[in-house]
């Protein structure tokens, strides 16, 4: 980046935040701040700084025009001092941080960044479902990066103390990690089932909550599916699963037709077969609904995030907090845009690059000096794929 776009930028931020209503997080002067300002060939933070150190939020925002403000996850005494020892930790949010550059369904080689951010708003829901959900957290805060995803707070009294070690099973938890299907069922003792005169053990899946949960949903999923299907199509999807040949493909589509209710009740016994399913149930459910989250992010007492409100200086994009009834609508790449760069054209060089999406539009970039509307101008640059030029 040269001088000449450095500088524009970081004027332009500036008449951002001169304009900019930026709120504060809950107990602000019990946090640790830094930024990264706009300079030279360096992307080292300023950290170590308090609301004493700062002073207004808005005036320091608007006179020193950082490429990037933080805060802290952690509450502290005194969050000014210059080591975690002396800053005298209280208690940290829970904070999760989705990348879609970290998930195992995009390509950022091949995937638009519109595409890229859809897939990690897909990848936010099944998170917001886990933590309301499964751990029944309710001070849930949700917030577009600016960047190439999404972070969660929340704020429940209960999470503040929590240690490294219960922030990283929470983090294995939402991932999946080391969930057996042996610890998820309940083994239940019934006299004379399926005829027997002799006490059985059933094993049940739980049908709401957790993991078990999940995993029956998908197991019904495909009962369903063999359900509907013609007999021979039944069971020949059977005999793709492992450890399903012929035979017993034959009594599996038995034992599902037969035992349909008692297997929606979360009975997976009612025949090996149905069993071996449920368990590559749990694996599937585990794949498909999983948060690929940034675990050094949830477990990091001590960590940095992004100020909502504030600019993203890699994109010039807003950090945009976003209601949860409101995130299937919010369209990143568009709703992002800060009002300030919008209604005028710029000159810019561009790289010659492939064309970009931003502000509901779609530009191409080529290696010669265009007229952009500025928020397409101020994003190219930010992400180096383009040079102020004069007007």
Known sequence: MDERTRAYLRGRF?????????????????????????????TTMVRHQSLLDMG?????????????????AGRYRDPGADTMAEKGWEGSDLIFDLDADHLPSVDPDADSLAEMLEA?????????????????????????SGGRGYHVHVRDPGVRTLSREARR??????????????????????????????????????????????????????????????E?????????YDGIGEKLAARTLEA?????????????????GVEKLARESLSAAIERESAAIDEPV?????????????????????????????????????????EVFAGHEIAVRGDGGPPVEVGGQTFTVPADV??????????????????KEKE
């Open 256 to 272: 599902i037709r037969n035992r349909y209710d008692a297997i929606a009740e979360g009975n997976v016994s009612v025949h090996n």
């Open 120 to 144: 990690c708003k897909d990848a936010l829901r099944r998170l917001l479902d886990f933590l309301s959900e499964d751990f029944g957290f309710s001070d849930l805060s949700v917030v577009f």
């Open 298 to 338: 949830t477990t990091d007492t001590h960590r940095l995030i992004r100020l909502p409100g504030s600019l993203h200086g890699g994109t010039g994009l807003r950090v945009t907090p976003i209601e949860i009834d409101d995130l299937d609508g919010f369209d990143p790449l568009a709703d992002a845009v800060p």
């Open 232 to 240: 021979d199509e039944a069971l020949a999807r059977l005999r793709e």
């Open 370 to 387: 265009i007229r952009l509307p500025e928020y397409a101008g101020v994003f190219l640059m930010a992400r180096g794929r383009a040079e």
């Open 14 to 42: 500036g008449d951002y935040y001169r304009r900019a209503e930026v709120v504060e997080p809950p107990a602000a002067d019990r946090r640790e701040w830094g930024y990264i300002p706009w300079s030279r060939g360096s």
């Open 169 to 230: 099973d929470v983090v294995d938890y939402v991932r999946g990690i080391d969930v057996e299907f042996e610890a998820l069922s309940r083994t239940v003792t019934v006299a004379g089932e399926f005829g027997r005169s002799t006490p059985a053990e059933n094993t049940f899946l739980p049908t709401a909550g957790g993991w078990g949960a999940h995993a029956h949903h998908v197991l019904m999923e495909r009962v369903d599916e063999l359900r509907d299907l013609p």
């Open 56 to 72: 207004d939020v808005g005036t320091f925002l608007a006179e020193r025009r950082p490429r990037h403000v933080y805060f802290s």
